[in-house]
C-alpha cells in the first residue's frame, strides 16, 4: 500500500495579513464582551491593515519585502466610528483617513500575493466583534451592543505586525514599529544623532 502525498506545489498555502493591535482599553473591553456575548473574531481583536492573503514567498522572504514596503511609515491615528453590521458579522467600524488609504495601497504592492475580496476599493477598516453569526442571532446580538460605547474612540497606531494563520490561530511574525511623526516647527534629527 502506498500513499500518495500533495505535492509541495498543491499543499494549502498559509494565511498572512498585516494588522494593527488595539491598545490594551480597547482590546480588552472588545475580549470581556466577546466573552460575555459567547461570540468570536478571526484571532485577537486587531485592525486589518490588509486582508488575509497567501504568497508563494517564505515567510524570512515575505518579512523581508513587508519591511521595504512600509520603509518610512509614520504612526497615524485611527478614529473608531461606531458599530456596525454585515450579515454574519458585527464589527466597530472605524474611519477611513487618507493615511490609512494610502497605507492600505501600500501594501497592496506586496508581491506575488493573492488579493481578497475587500481589499483595494472594498477596503473597510474595521476592529471585528463577532464573526459567522447566524442570522437568527443577529437581531438579538444587536440590541445588546448597538448602544454600547468603546472605552475610547482614537487611538495611535505605532506599530504594524505580519502574521500568519496556523491551524486557525493568528501568530505573529514580525513587528514593524513606525515612526514618529513629525512635530510642525520641530526639525527632524539628523542621521548622526539617531541612536545606534
Known amino acids: 500500500m502506498?500513499?500518495?502525498?500533495?505535492?509541495?506545489?498543491?499543499?494549502?498555502?498559509?494565511?498572512?495579513?498585516i494588522?494593527?493591535?488595539?491598545?490594551?482599553?480597547?482590546?480588552s473591553w472588545l475580549?470581556?464582551?466577546?466573552?460575555?456575548?459567547?461570540?468570536?473574531?478571526?484571532?485577537?481583536?486587531?485592525?486589518?491593515?490588509?486582508?488575509?492573503?497567501?504568497t508563494t514567498l517564505r515567510s524570512a522572504d515575505l518579512v523581508d519585502v513587508c519591511r521595504d514596503v512600509l520603509r518610512g511609515q509614520q504612526a497615524f491615528d485611527v478614529q473608531v466610528r461606531g458599530w456596525k453590521q454585515l450579515p454574519?458579522?458585527?464589527?466597530?467600524?472605524?474611519?477611513?483617513?487618507?493615511a490609512l488609504r494610502a497605507l492600505h495601497d501600500r501594501t497592496l504592492t506586496i508581491e506575488p500575493s493573492s488579493r481578497a475580496r475587500y481589499d483595494g476599493p472594498e477596503y473597510?477598516?474595521?476592529?471585528?466583534?463577532?464573526?459567522?453569526v447566524l442570522p437568527w442571532a443577529e437581531p438579538i446580538l444587536w440590541e445588546q451592543i448597538r448602544d454600547l460605547t468603546p472605552p475610547l474612540t482614537q487611538f495611535r497606531v505605532e506599530a504594524l505586525s505580519l502574521t500568519k494563520?496556523?491551524?486557525?490561530?493568528?501568530?505573529?511574525?514580525?513587528?514593524?514599529?513606525?515612526?514618529?511623526?513629525?512635530?510642525?516647527?520641530v526639525d527632524a534629527p539628523s542621521a548622526e544623532s539617531a541612536p545606534s
Open 88 to 98: 454574519g458579522v458585527i464589527f466597530l467600524e472605524c474611519e477611513l483617513s487618507p
Open 124 to 132: 473597510r477598516p474595521h476592529l471585528t466583534l463577532a464573526l459567522g
Open 2 to 17: 502506498s500513499l500518495f502525498l500533495p505535492a509541495l506545489d498543491d499543499a494549502p498555502r498559509p494565511l498572512y495579513s
Open 31 to 54: 475580549r470581556r464582551l466577546q466573552d460575555r456575548l459567547n461570540v468570536r473574531g478571526f484571532g485577537l481583536p486587531h485592525l486589518n491593515i490588509r486582508a488575509p492573503f497567501q
Open 19 to 27: 494588522v494593527a493591535w488595539p491598545p490594551e482599553a480597547l482590546d
Open 165 to 185: 494563520e496556523h491551524r486557525g490561530e493568528v501568530q505573529e511574525l514580525h513587528t514593524f514599529p513606525l515612526l514618529d511623526p513629525p512635530v510642525p516647527g
